[in-house]
T-cell receptor, first 116, second 114 residues
Framework: AQSVTQPDIHITVSEGASLELRCNYS??????LFWYVQSPGQGLQLLLK??????LVQGIKGFEAEFKRSQSSFNLRKPSVHWSDAAEYFC??????????????FGAGTQVVVTP | DTGVSQDPRHKITKRGQNVTFRCDPI?????LYWYRQTLGQGPEFLTY????????KSRLLSDRFSAERPKGSFSTLEIQRTEQGDSAMYLC????????????FGQGTRLTVV
């Protein structure tokens, strides 16, 4: 069965420290991969996406993610977090080969808390 | 504002009532998606449209749910005979047909069934 796993439900990080959020997927073929961020009561904002090519992807707000095919992972990183990075982060996958690839499957999310 | 627009942002309704939500996608986007997000979970796919055609419906979409996109522009999602379990955030997203493009999400409609 297809699945997206974000192993960490909740992460607390100090402002200025580095952040890594994990995402693993189980899919029949390499899917399209996305990270979205959601602030309380808001919709989803795309941080970055991977379709093909360079496996290290740069996104907005200083985030980057690395696709590792051998590990079926697409982990999100930021070298130095800011208080404004406190939010919920979702990893999502879209099936590459079907016409409905825009239909996304999301992980359960990781809540990030930033302490002073 | 040229983003995806959803209305209303919040809706409180009594159990058994019908509710309708509206989504206005980005104007050149011919694909439109509805998702449901319950507390502490990621969004779950409900249905999607290519222009006015509804191409796929999730098994989550019971017969109390119906979605339309009559002119291939805005879309509505109706829930009949609401139940407390319908309380959730309903998200709309849109994108173009071009490959390697992402979906853009609206801010959602928060439904509370009391």
């Amino acid at each position: 069965a297809q699945s997206v796993t974000q192993p960490d439900i909740h992460i607390t990080v100090s402002e200025g420290a580095s952040l890594e959020l994990r995402c693993n997927y189980s899919y029949g073929a390499t899917p399209y991969l996305f990270w979205y961020v959601q602030s309380p009561g808001q919709g989803l904002q795309l941080l970055l996406k991977y379709f093909s090519g360079d496996t290290l992807v740069q996104g907005i707000k200083g985030f980057e993610a690395e696709f590792k095919r051998s590990q079926s992972s697409f982990n999100l990183r930021k070298p130095s977090v800011h208080w404004s990075d406190a939010a919920e982060y979702f990893c999502a996958v879209g099936a590459r080969l079907t016409d409905s690839w825009g239909k996304l499957q999301f992980g359960a999310g990781t809540q990030v808390v930033v302490t002073p | 504002d040229t983003g995806v627009s959803q209305d209303p942002r919040h809706k409180i309704t009594k159990r058994g009532q019908n509710v309708t939500f509206r989504c206005d996608p980005i104007s050149e986007h011919n694909r439109l998606y509805w998702y449901r997000q319950t507390l502490g979970q990621g969004p779950e796919f409900l249905t999607y449209f290519q222009n006015e055609a509804q191409l796929e419906k999730s098994r989550l979409l019971s017969d109390r749910f119906s979605a339309e996109r009559p002119k291939g522009s805005f879309s509505t999602l109706e829930i009949q005979r609401t139940e407390q379990g319908d309380s959730a955030m309903y998200l709309c997203a849109s994108r173009t047909d071009r490959v390697h493009t992402e979906a853009f999400f609206g801010q959602g409609t928060r439904l509370t069934v009391v």
